[in-house]
């Protein structure tokens, strides 16, 4: 089944520590996308990628780092800069091009412990 | 830069009532229109992707509309479920923001047996 895989579905992250959120794809799109989400707010987006090796920054990013060395994996590292890191985390894939149809992941749940 | 609204926040209906959900945007300059559905705890489900172009997307008992000039779209459930329970997220392309969706808070909508 062609999809958006997250993993780990919960993570737990001690104060100080990085953590690396994981996002394959195999609908062999070439745009990447990384959006959290809080209580109350609509989602944000942390970075993004529309080709391998090239990412930007979003509205937030922050406290984060990407790599896109992989046209099919976009993973997020949480570092310890980022200071309110427990949210509902989404990776999302498109075609690449504008006005093209956004398809996500089951996201990750982190958790500062 | 551009701002996404929803109304109303919450919403409870009995079932088998048809029931409008409201999307507003602020800068009428989209690429396109994309209705999302959230089950609590998951990720999102495309629902009905509208290019600027159009006026309506129909899948199933869900039909779209867009406005584009008043900045405005509405989801129309036919025949509500309480499997339609969830949360209906509208989010826009363009107006300022290329390639990156912006995302209103969303609708809670609970149909009750």
């Known amino acids: 089944d062609g999809g958006i895989t997250q993993s780990p579905k919960y993570l737990f992250r001690k104060e100080g520590q990085n953590v690396t959120l994981s996002c394959e794809q195999n609908l062999n799109h070439d745009a990447m996308y990384w959006y959290r989400q809080d209580p109350g707010q609509g989602l944000r987006l942390i970075y993004y990628s529309q080709i391998v090796n090239d990412f930007q920054k979003g509205d937030i990013a922050e406290g984060y780092s990407v790599s896109r060395e992989k046209k099919e994996s976009f993973p997020l590292t949480v570092t310890s800069a980022q200071k309110n890191p427990t949210a509902f985390y989404l990776c999302?894939?498109?075609?690449?091009?504008?006005?093209?149809?956004?398809?996500f992941g089951q996201g990750t749940r982190l958790t500062v412990v | 830069k551009q701002e996404v609204t929803q109304i109303p926040a919450a919403l409870s209906v009995p079932e088998g009532e048809n029931l409008v959900l409201n999307c507003s945007f602020t800068?009428?300059?989209?690429?396109?229109l994309q209705w999302f559905r959230q089950d609590p705890g998951k990720g999102l489900t495309s629902l009905l992707l509208?290019?600027?172009?159009?006026r309506e997307q129909t899948s199933g008992r869900l039909n779209a509309s867009l406005d584009k000039s008043s900045g405005r779209s509405t989801l129309y459930i036919a025949a509500s479920q309480p499997g339609d329970s969830a949360t209906y997220l509208c989010a826009v392309e363009g107006g300022g923001s290329n390639y990156k969706l912006t995302f209103g808070k969303g609708t809670l909508l609970t149909v009750n047996p």
């Open positions: 999302a894939s498109s075609i690449g091009t504008v006005g093209t149809e956004a398809f």
């Open positions: 509208i290019q600027s172009s159009q």
């Open positions: 800068d009428s300059a989209i690429y396109n």
